[in-house]
């Protein structure tokens, strides 16, 4: 994205964004909750904003960064309510940019000039920040929001370090349109100079001396090539930061479609989240005012009750998205999980007995199609009608299913 275009950004966030922050939102104060009050009594929480930016709109609409600094002073005061001890909730937000950093400085500090205690504002990027953290926070559940303008700064090595410590999870913002086009610069053959040489040659007067005009056209192809190689050396130095190691953009030229391509490259990004550390995976697509797909927001957890707890802040913040009830309506259909393959998994581990299905009960089937599918809360009501229309319902209990054992597959 161009500086003009990040102004733009900042002057007044799209009703998409908005959307995103709800989720942010909803999620964080879910997550602090739950880590604050489960029996390991921690006594320190973090949470990270790896790209700041300015903490907030020139319409007074709150950033990522504010949103942050708000829910850990009330959740903090509410905890501490609530279970009659003080807890910590730092809160580190990293912005490269020295006028969006000052700008940041601005809007956090409080009526004396000072930053709240348990809020540092840092210069220059995770990766550059992450042994530091990864030393003083050692112990500390936390939570990271990544969100670079378009894909470049994504560093998967520093992802990696932070998810390591213990009930670490990452929310990434991430860009399948910058990817491809990173794909393609760093897969596109050189153009052919050759060609182009015969062409301008074409053009010239031969009753003149072309000399000082064939210097400059080999001056021109010259600066040609060594610009092409820079930008598809850089593609590639980025693609790796992200990727890792592997030849993603020739998988990419095989896929038949751009929505395929699209797939695939959060789909790839997804997997080298899991294999990081964090294996329970939530694609979380955001539409835009004209209900296309802007970009994804992937949440990659440790354990599978994280994955439960985003699915269920991702549908309460639908109902109260500013966006158009079309816009939400394909949000949620693009996010709907397959729901046979669902099905399936779920007579391979809960198959031959009677089970419960309400969400909470001890290996409820409810709780287990959130946790370990792809089916989001909305799509629960259409596996139970395909359980009662199997007339598995238990004549015991309508509140329990009698599940045969299923194939390992839906194939």
Not at 272 to 292: C, H, K, S
Not at 377 to 382: A, D, G, S, V
Request: charged share 25%; net charge positive.
């Amino acid at each position: 994205m161009a500086a003009a275009s990040h102004k733009k950004h900042f002057d007044r966030f799209p009703l998409h964004t908005k959307c995103k922050h709800g989720i942010l939102s909803e999620y964080l104060r879910t997550w602090v909750a739950k880590v604050a009050l489960d029996k390991r009594d921690h006594q320190h929480l973090l949470l990270v904003d790896a790209f700041a930016g300015t903490g907030g709109d020139g319409e007074g609409n709150p950033g990522s960064p504010l949103i942050m600094v708000k829910i850990a002073r009330e959740m903090a005061r509410a905890v501490e309510e609530r279970r009659g001890r003080p807890i910590t909730i730092d809160v580190v937000l990293i912005e490269r940019h020295a006028g969006r950093r000052a700008r940041l400085y601005e809007r956090i500090r409080g009526p004396r000039g000072v930053l709240p205690q348990n809020v540092t504002i840092l210069d220059g990027t995770l990766s550059a920040h992450a042994d530091r953290l990864a030393a003083q926070y050692d112990t500390a559940p936390a939570v990271c929001f990544i969100d670079p303008f378009g894909v470049k700064g994504i560093d998967l090595p520093a992802v990696r370090e932070f998810l390591a410590g213990p009930q670490r999870e990452v929310v990434v913002q991430f860009n399948p349109t910058g990817a491809l086009r990173l794909a393609g610069a760093a897969h596109r053959k050189s153009p052919r100079q050759r060609n182009k040489l015969r062409a301008q040659w074409a053009t010239l007067d031969l009753f003149r001396d072309n000399a000082v005009t064939l210097e400059a056209m080999n001056r021109s192809i010259i600066r040609s090539q060594s610009s092409f190689k820079a930008a598809k050396h850089s593609a590639q130095i980025v693609l790796g930061e992200i990727y890792g190691d592997g030849d993603l953009p020739a998988a990419i030229a095989t896929q038949p479609s751009r929505e395929a391509r699209i797939e695939l490259v959060v789909e790839e990004f997804g997997k080298r989240l899991a294999d990081a550390g964090a294996p329970y995976l939530t694609r979380l697509p955001i539409f835009n005012e004209r209900g296309r797909l802007q970009y994804v927001m992937l949440h990659a957890s440790p354990h599978p009750v994280g994955r439960q707890a985003m699915k269920e802040c991702y549908q309460a913040a639908l109902n109260k998205c500013p966006l158009s009830a079309e816009a939400v309506r394909r949000m949620r259909v693009n996010a709907d999980g397959d729901v046979e393959q669902a099905f399936y998994a779920l007579g391979r581990a809960r198959g031959g007995g009677e089970v419960l299905w309400a969400k909470g009960a001890a290996g409820s089937i409810a709780d287990f199609l959130i946790r370990e599918t792809d089916l989001f809360p909305w799509q629960l009501k259409e596996v139970k009608q395909i359980l009662d229309g199997a007339g598995w319902r238990s004549k015991a209990s309508r509140h329990t299913y009698h599940l045969p054992p299923l194939p390992d597959s839906a194939d």
